[in-house]
């Protein structure tokens, strides 16, 4: 019996594409199938087999991962199929919600197949490299026995607990920010594009904004757990001025106010509650009560 590495990657947009050459990088067998056959045709040309349904990629391999656009892609593929699943190790880094995840771990194990969620934390240039990182869940032992073939995915793995929606759940608190910040980068060239800049006009100045985000963080952390939102560093009063500056500066320019206007919106919130003396970190606590 060859004791040869192997693997089965369903689902071959960028991720699953970048995931099997990252496999075969490494020497192992590589089992393919994707929706579109064709999209297979460059992990075939470097040695990957294409399985001919979605049943032979299940059968090839105790190990699949899946790299599907969301759930509901996991259910149209492997439902069909579902007797191929007993016995299979489902490493899901499809993205969802933290419940859909654990619906899911549920639905395998009701076919005898058990599900460990990831949530990668890079794009697919990062995949196969050392220093990525991808968060897991799900049981550990079944963790522990395929972290080698993990560690090729993303050479770092968190591993945050049993429990199948954890790194759903770890994945979505990176993507809130991720794609709010993304957007108000958007937002800012908009506005720069509205007084005659470019991008690259504005990049060292968006970068240095960027960087300056960490240290809010950390100063922030140790005292909103403590529920301190003490006024002595900023005040929501100064917060409610400054965020109208930034919705009138971008109404001025013509350019479209969604987002500062939702800023504003929940400063309001938070002057109207009786903050204003406070820190513009108070509105966590809003945020928590829920809208
Ligand atoms: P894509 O959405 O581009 O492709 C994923 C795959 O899903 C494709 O192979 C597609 O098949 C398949 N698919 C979608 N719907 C169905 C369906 N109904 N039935 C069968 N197959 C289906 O995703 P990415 O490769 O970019 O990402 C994969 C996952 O990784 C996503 O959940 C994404 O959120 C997550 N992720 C992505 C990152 C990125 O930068 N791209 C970064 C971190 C995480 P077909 O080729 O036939 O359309």
């Known amino acids: 019996m060859s004791n040869k590495k192997s693997v089965t990657v369903i689902g071959l947009g960028p991720m699953g594409q970048a995931m099997a ?5 490494h020497g192992y ?7 579109t056959a064709s999209r297979a045709d460059a992990a075939v040309a470097r ?13 090839a ?4 991962i899946l790299s599907l656009t969301d759930y509901d892609a996991v259910y149209a593929t492997l439902g069909p199929a579902e007797a ?30 058990v599900q460990l969620t990831g949530g990668v934390t890079v794009p697919p240039s990062g995949i196969g490299r050392a220093e990525s990182s991808t968060f897991y869940s799900g049981p550990r032992e079944v963790f522990d026995r395929h972290r080698p ?27 809130v920010m991720f794609w709010s ?29 960027a960087n300056s985000l960490a240290g809010f963080f950390s100063f922030y952390a140790e005292r909103v757990d403590a529920g301190l939102h003490t006024g002595d560093v900023d ?43 406070d820190s513009s970190s108070v509105l966590v606590e809003l945020l928590n009560k829920g809208a």
């Open 21 to 25: 050459g990252a496999f075969l990088d």
């Open 29 to 35: 067998d590589v089992t393919v199938w994707n929706r």
């Open 47 to 59: 040695g990957a087999t294409l399985a001919p349904d979605v049943e032979g990629a299940l059968a």
């Open 61 to 64: 391999n105790e190990l699949v």
């Open 84 to 113: 191929a699943l007993t016995g299979r190790v489902l490493v899901n880094l499809s993205s969802d919600t933290p419940e859909r995840a654990r619906a899911a771990a549920h639905w395998a194990a009701e076919r005898g197949a």
């Open 149 to 175: 073939a993990l560690e090729v995915v993303t050479g770092r793995t968190d591993h945050r607990g049993e429990d199948p929606g954890l790194a759903a759940l770890m994945y979505q608190i990176g993507m």
């Open 181 to 209: 910040s993304i957007v108000s980068y958007w937002q800012a060239v908009a506005l720069a594009n509205a007084n005659g800049m470019k991008a690259a006009d504005i990049l060292p100045h968006a970068v240095e904004t």
């Open 235 to 277: 005040r929501l009063a100064m917060g409610m001025a400054s965020v109208e500056h930034v919705l009138h500066t971008n109404a001025d320019a013509g350019v479209d106010t969604t987002l500062p206007g939702a800023v504003v919106e929940l400063f309001r919130r938070g002057m109207d509650a009786g903050h204003a003396a």
